[in-house]
């Protein structure tokens, strides 16, 4: 092995090739190796050759005691149990994720970090855009916009970062300590990953344990059962008002009479914001109280959340057709978050519904369809199984259509024959059995939609 310091990347996305480029750029010979072979790797390969990075296609590296690189950076999609992974950090090979990366080379810029099962790229964005109307350069990374490395390899300064951090990306960065840490929600999820609740309750807690102040989402029916025992410290918020707070008002935000007010301090009428739902209100009582610990002053507080209409994806309005509005909702990848969005839209509803099923309790989410669903229209290889899960809990009015295209036809018609107000894609699955991904899946029901 020569004396340069090797480096594996296992992953060729977008962060994999930051991660790349960015210890390549420290003097690293990068190795970038992924099972996969796609004339899309193949293109990302070429062009990684041409600048001295070596692109294995269709490969996963086996590692011998001879022949051990001196860091394995992987991306959030492998498993932090995979065979490769446990190897590696039993013969003590530095392994991390590409986050944890981008931290070591941006630790003298103070970051925000969000966690938690559901609302975190809307609170993400939110705080995103109160730090940018601050006139802060504090771009958001993570799970959403950037990979954290492409900022790390920026030349101009970075006054803040702004990371949505997902559990298998805290898994994978043992030492980040972002100086501000805000926990949205917790509901079961990814426990085909993470095997059991509290082992994945542990995981996101160990992040919050690190960060320098923790905010906490005191409506969060699981995090307020923990109680404050284990966040004596943290700020929590409420949309219930101050006597709802888990902590003295000093520390709190929470929405009274109408108004946000935070540690003390009115600061914009609530109707100022246009998001729908009750957990919306949740995220940005969190965003404000970030934006308050960093002295971002009111006035750029309630410009960005006066202009601020949501994330793509996420209760997305799409059109009004036949005075029914199509609304987009594919992020919605599990069934919390699909009951927070039939929860969110006005009914009754026809839902569009399936994908790749994940574990999870689906008592709450067909709750809420029997409640607010004229009709639900299933795709996907979930179809079929949610189509008998359906009527065992005595919902009849339902159809499997298979395809998204067929959905949203379907659904036109249907417009014309039930008093419905909304149509709405939450699909409570994963997209991978026929999209690349939720946004895949959002565009394609998207443009299904302007065409009609």
């Known amino acids: 092995m020569n004396n340069m310091t090797q480096a594996y990347i296992i992953g060729l996305g977008k962060s994999g090739i930051a ?15 992924d099972r996969n072979t796609s004339p899309n790797l193949v293109t990302s390969q070429q062009e990684l050759e041409k600048i001295g990075i070596t692109v294995k296609l269709g490969y996963t590296p086996t590692l011998t005691p001879e022949n051990l690189p001196n860091l394995i950076v992987v ?8 065979p490769l992974l446990t190897m590696a950090r039993k013969l003590k090979v530095d392994t991390i994720g590409e986050l944890e990366l981008a931290g070591r080379y941006l630790n003298k810029t103070p970051w925000v970090g969000i966690t938690g099962t559901n609302g975190k790229t809307t609170t993400t964005a939110l705080i ?36 949505e951090i997902s559990s298998y990306q805290i898994e994978a960065s043992p030492t980040l300590a972002p100086k501000i840490g ?22 996101k807690a160990s992040l919050l344990n690190r960060c320098h102040q923790q905010i906490i989402n005191g409506d969060d029916p699981y995090l307020r059962q923990k109680g404050i025992e284990p966040w004596r410290n943290s700020y929590w918020t409420s949309v219930k008002g101050k006597a709802n707070l888990l902590c003295d008002s000093s520390r709190g935000v929470y929405i009274e009479d109408a108004w946000v007010t935070a540690f003390g301090e009115l600061i914009l009428p609530v109707a100022l914001f246009k998001m729908v739902g009750r957990h919306n209100q949740q995220n940005l009582l969190l965003a404000v109280a970030a934006a308050k610990l960093a002295g971002i002053d009111k006035g750029a507080i309630a410009s960005a959340i006066t202009s601020f209409t949501g994330v793509p994806h996420r209760l ?28 969110a839209v006005n009914g009754p509803v026809i839902l569009i519904a399936g994908g790749e099923a994940k574990e999870g309790d689906d008592t709450a989410w067909i709750g809420k369809i029997k409640d607010k669903a004229a009709a639900v229209l299933l795709i996907g290889d979930a179809a079929t199984s949610f189509g008998k899960r359906l009527q065992e809990c005595g919902y009849e009015a339902y159809e499997i259509v298979e395809t998204m295209d067929k959905a949203v036809k379907r659904a036109a018609e249907m417009c014309q024959q039930l008093p419905v107000k909304v149509v709405l894609l939450s699909p409570a699955c994963a997209s991978f059995d026929q999209y690349q991904s939720f946004e895949h899946r959002g565009e394609n029901f998207k443009e299904l939609c302007l065409n009609l």
Not at 19 to 33: D, E, F, P, R, S
Not at 76 to 82: L, N, Q, T, Y
Not at 138 to 143: K, L
Not at 318 to 342: C, H, M, P, Q, R
């Open 182 to 203: 805000v926990w949205t929600t917790f509901t079961p999820d990814h426990l085909n990953r993470h095997k059991t609740l509290e082992n994945y309750y542990q995981i």
């Open 316 to 343: 997305e309005f799409v059109k009004t057709y036949l005075g029914v509005d199509f609304i987009n909702d594919s992020k919605a990848t599990n069934y919390d978050a699909a009951e927070v969005g039939l929860k």
């Open 75 to 82: 991306s959030p999609g492998v498993p932090w149990d995979s």
């Open 19 to 33: 991660a790349a480029k960015l210890l390549q750029k420290n003097g690293y010979q990068v190795t970038l190796c």
């Open 128 to 163: 995103g855009a109160m730090f940018q109307a601050a006139g802060l350069n504090a771009p958001t990374c993570g799970n959403i916009g950037h990979p954290a490395t492409e900022l790390a390899l920026q030349e101009n300064k970075l006054d803040w970062v702004i990371a």
